[in-house]
């Protein structure tokens, strides 16, 4: 019997995702969300190059939205997109963005 090695793959990362912490599940299921809105062509989601102060701009929004953010410290100047000293929930939720934009620009390619 043939398998076919990507829906290995997604079966893989669907599992994987499970395993996710429950407070990263929580902020991940809002990650999904905010990508759920941008699947449309010409998106962000989409562009050959996204651009890294508009995925900034998106953790940001979703880490306004935490109920919870004070257990990590805040970027001092939440205006500034390229601000370095960065808190590392925020980091971690522009990565799980990123992991989500490739997970659903190969489903797009490869499922179209």
């Given at each position: 019997m043939f398998t076919n090695p990507l829906n290995d793959a997604y079966n893989d990362i669907l599992y994987f995702r499970t395993l996710y912490p429950e407070s990263i599940s929580h902020i991940f299921a809002m990650v999904s969300d905010y990508s759920d809105k941008l699947e449309y062509d010409k998106s962000i989601?989409?562009?050959?190059?996204?651009?890294?102060?508009?995925?900034?701009?998106m953790a940001l929004d979703i880490y306004n939205s935490l109920?919870?953010?004070?257990?990590?410290?805040?970027?001092?100047?939440?205006?500034?997109?390229?601000?370095?000293?960065?808190?590392?929930?925020?980091?971690?939720?522009?990565v799980l963005i990123l992991n989500e934009f490739i997970y659903r620009r190969i489903r797009r390619r490869n499922f179209q």
């Open positions: 989601m989409y562009d050959e190059y996204p651009d890294k102060a508009r995925i900034r701009l109920s919870c953010p004070e257990l990590y410290s805040h970027p001092a100047d939440n205006t500034t997109v390229s601000n370095s000293a960065c808190c590392p929930l925020l980091e971690l939720i522009e």
